[in-house]
């Protein structure tokens, strides 16, 4: 299959604003691809090479590219350099690059997409002394057969700015117009997606053998399933009332969450965002490894840090210390771990994920061996409000957070990937006058005045949309950052630069610096109101107006466990306004 039919499609999919159009343009593109190439086409897209949880990035450093850039196009770095100054896009400026090249020279063989595939392949897994070069010319080598408008793609594509706005939700849309049959086809695929995470590997799946293999799709240890999420609501009586008038209610543990999958001797451990955490925590894969009893098995637990001294539990932040790659042994003894085991998705064979609560945790009590630093979470059967207050109340004066409370009925299948009504948290904030915090993106920035100049003065944040895949905005934010906030903000941010309003990006306010959607921060306000200027649920509660969150803080906690699809949905903002009115009226 030759690039160019990639390249060309990259073009028009860039050129629309309209989400439905490029789906379309994917869906093209997609029929147009033999089976045996279309993992491969489904990850370049997206600007990978392989599934998230694989780990492996092409990241290649841009002064790097511009060294590849100036060999193909015989031009000096410093042109190149000046050149990107001017368009703030390195894509651009190599095609402009090669562009003045090909007036004088022509290109013999054209490139197929399993070269450049390969060839990214290749640079990606290229480590140790002499990497660079041989990167180098690799790159070198794929440009000068490259024409000027591939040529930009593949610079974007090695150097992680691709960026076309294509999310997982749409590519699984075009798999079901291209493979399944229709659009109808859309919930299977989706299944099949948010129990592997692998969208690859399900393409090529629906695509090779159709729709019938997809619905027989089963989990499988070593590939991470989508996690389950939480609804959330503020009394006990309304949770009951949903949960169907009993439920099996569990401590909030505040850690960090880890789905474990044991095969055999060999242990895996993924972040809620599904990153490979493995190395993070040798006492959390030791602890699976011996205190499991399964041969193969995938649980989820919050990974909570303890005093060494008085084992109590310590908040989320203390587990920073383990985002690192050097010093874990000294971290794991200054901040040891307690595994709080909450579910079992998987056991020797047996796929429990359509399996009811009841079912799973009994699995759980089964395998788990309790020890001091594997626990099953803490829980209680709920049958009346009084039961389940009293519980939130003794969870709470132990430090907890909250609750969670399951569902117990037949149909409490574990949801992956969604937030769901089975699953219900109930936390302590939700009963103060200030409404819960919230995880929002920053989308854009507005540059500081007087003593915040030649930094950012305020950022404008958005909710989650999922069901139109837009991030809608919400509020302003300019309190609540410290200095070292301040200095720290940039740096995430100034990777996710860029000139224009990210195309999912929903906002009527006008900004200085916009950000593609990926950095997550939690902030707190002091109430949720109707708002003609901020586009979160436009037109549900109001015509004409949408809902912004007033006065609001920056808690200090970056959520960097989330991914921008991970913060606070619109639906969820919807939620807490008509709960607010309700205390406000009742
Ligand atoms: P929050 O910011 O409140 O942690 P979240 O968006 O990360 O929310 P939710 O699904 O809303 O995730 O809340 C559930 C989270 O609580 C889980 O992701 C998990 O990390 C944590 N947790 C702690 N104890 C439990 C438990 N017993 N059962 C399920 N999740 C638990």
Request: aromatic share 8%; proline share 3%; charged share 30%.
């Amino acid at each position: 299959m030759k690039y160019s039919s990639i390249a060309e499609a990259y073009e028009k999919i860039e050129a629309t604003t309209k989400r439905l159009e490029m789906t379309d343009y994917l869906v093209e593109i997609l029929k147009e691809t033999p089976t045996s190439l279309i993992d491969k086409v489904v990850y370049l897209t997206q600007g990978k090479l392989y599934p998230d949880f694989v780990g492996i990035e092409i990241g290649i450093a841009e002064k790097l590219a511009v060294r590849a850039v100036a060999r193909s196009a015989g031009h000096r770095e410093k042109d190149i350099e000046e050149d990107m100054q001017k368009t703030g896009d390195l894509g651009e400026t190599t095609q402009k690059f090669m562009k003045k090249k090909t007036q004088a020279t022509f290109f013999s063989v054209p490139l197929t997409v399993e070269r450049v595939y390969e060839t990214l392949d290749k640079m990606a897994n290229s480590t140790g002394s002499g990497s660079v070069d041989l990167k180098l010319s690799l790159l070198a080598g794929l440009l000068s057969d490259a024409s000027p408008s591939e040529a930009k793609y593949i610079v974007r594509t090695v150097t992680g700015s691709l960026r076309l706005g294509i999310a997982d939700m749409t590519v699984l849309d075009a798999l079901a117009v291209a493979f399944g049959g229709g659009k109808e086809t859309r919930e299977q695929l989706e299944r099949a997606y948010n129990i592997s995470s692998d969208l690859g590997r399900v393409a090529k799946l629906v695509a090779e053998e159709g729709i019938e293999r997809i619905k027989q799709f089963k989990v499988l240890p070593g590939e991470p399933i989508r996690p389950m999420l939480a609804e959330r609501l503020s009394s006990s009586a309304e949770i009951l009332e949903k949960l169907g008038g009993k439920c099996r209610a569990e401590y909030k543990y505040d850690g960090e969450r880890i789905q474990a999958h044991k095969k055999k001797d060999e242990v895996i451990l993924f972040s809620r965002r599904l990153e490979n955490i493995t190395d993070q925590y040798p006492d959390g894969v030791e602890y699976i490894r011996k205190h499991v009893k399964a041969e193969e098995a995938i649980v989820e637990a919050e990974a909570v840090a303890v005093d060494p001294e008085t084992g109590e539990m310590k908040p989320f932040q203390e587990l920073m210390h383990r985002r690192r790659k050097y010093g874990i042994k000294e971290a794991m003894e200054e901040h040891p771990i307690t595994l709080f085991m909450f579910d079992v998705l998987y056991v020797d064979g047996k796929d429990l994920t359509l399996q009811p609560y009841p079912v799973r945790h009994r699995y759980l009590e089964k395998i788990i061996e309790q020890t001091d630093n594997v626990k099953v979470a803490e829980s209680t059967i709920a049958e009346n409000p009084e039961q389940l207050e009293q519980f939130f109340e003794t969870t709470v004066e132990s430090g907890s957070e909250g609750i969670i409370c399951k569902s117990v009925n037949e149909d409490s299948v574990y949801q992956a990937g969604a937030r769901g009504w089975l699953w219900i948290k109930y936390k302590r904030d939700y009963r103060s006058e200030m409404t819960d915090t919230l995880d929002l993106v920053v989308v854009g920035a507005f540059h500081g005045r007087g003593k915040r100049a030649g930094t950012y003065g305020a950022f404008l944040l958005a909710a989650y949309d999922p069901d139109k895949d837009v991030f809608e905005t919400v509020t302003k934010v300019g309190t609540g950052f410290t200095d070292a906030d301040l200095e720290k903000l940039p740096k995430m941010l100034n990777k996710h630069k860029i000139s224009h309003k990210h195309p999912r990006v929903d906002s009527t306010l006008d900004v200085d610096v916009w950000f593609e959607p990926a950095v997550v921060i939690e902030t707190r306000g002091a109430e949720i109101t109707l708002s003609p200027i901020h586009t979160c649920a436009m037109n549900v509660i109001r015509k004409e107006s949408g809902l912004a969150m007033r006065f609001p803080r920056f808690t200090g906690k970056y959520r960097v466990d989330k991914s921008a699809e991970d913060a606070t949905t619109t639906q969820e903002l919807v939620e807490m306004y008509r709960s607010q009115l309700k205390k406000i009226d009742g």
